[in-house]
């Protein structure tokens, strides 16, 4: 049975989410550009633009249906779930859609410690988390402790988006310190709700933080792999069309 103060726990931790992606993508939602302030090449705008909404949505819909479960309204939270897992599957498709148009427009400019090219590995594995997670979330859809906690992973699995677009967390973090400093934020973030969650509890929510220890686990290697001369050869062939 999940306790008030549990309820109130995800509603809190979502609405934080929310709050970070609204903060990153602020360039995006107020004028449709990228980091920066720079324009969304025509060529890619509408792999981009369909993948920043369906992102955007995921974030809302995950903070909504915290609420409505802190709420108590499980018969709209399930209605809304199928919606949210719609969204997720156009999430997953235009993930590495973006992931490999995007780099092909300036295949050497460098993101995080390594070229363009080499960063569609993370951006790859980013999707691939993202997707893992919200496929055991639907899978436990019955058993709510398992479920939210997969539910939770899939949109911390993200979150990386709007961080390295928030100029004082990449002040503090590094535009170019590998994986500190795009994943880093994400990574104290996610240590973060697992020390809250295990203190508000008194118990360690061992799915949370298995999937967590995976997630860091996963992401420090795609940085590290990612600008080893293998995948670098790999890379430039996909960036070069």
Do not use: C
């Not at 990228?34 to 060529?43: L, Q």
């Not at 499980?74 to 993930?95: F, N, Q, S």
């Not at 709007?162 to 400093?181: H, P, Y």
């Amino acid at each position: 049975m999940q306790s008030k103060a549990d309820r109130y726990f995800y509603s809190v931790t979502s609405g934080f989410m929310l709050v970070l992606m609204l903060i990153g993508f602020k360039s995006f939602f107020l004028a449709g550009h990228k980091a920066g302030g720079r324009p969304i090449p025509e060529s890619i705008l509408g792999y981009v633009l369909v993948h920043g909404i369906a992102l955007s949505l995921w974030v809302v819909l995950f903070f909504a249906q915290s609420v409505l479960i802190a709420a108590k309204n499980r018969k709209l939270h399930m209605k809304l779930g199928w919606i949210t897992a719609a969204v997720a599957v156009i999430i997953a498709v235009t993930g590495p859609l973006v992931a490999v148009a995007a780099p092909r427009l300036r295949p050497s400019s460098h993101h995080f410690g390594m070229t363009y090219a080499q960063f569609i590995l993370p951006m790859f594995v980013e999707i691939g988390a993202f997707s893992v997670f919200v496929l055991l979330g639907i899978a436990y859809r019955k058993r709510a402790a398992i479920h939210r906690s997969m539910m939770l992973l899939a949109t911390l699995s993200v979150i990386s988006g709007a961080t390295a677009r928030t100029d004082f967390i990449v002040t503090v973090f590094g535009k170019d310190n590998g994986w500190v400093g795009l994943f880093g934020p994400l990574l104290v973030l996610g240590g973060a709700i697992l020390l809250v969650r295990t203190m508000m509890t008194r118990s360690l929510d061992r799915w949370y933080a298995a999937g967590y220890a995976s997630l860091a686990l996963v992401y420090i290697t795609a940085m590290h792999v990612a600008v080893g001369p293998t995948w670098t050869q790999v890379a430039e062939r996909i960036a070069g069309g």
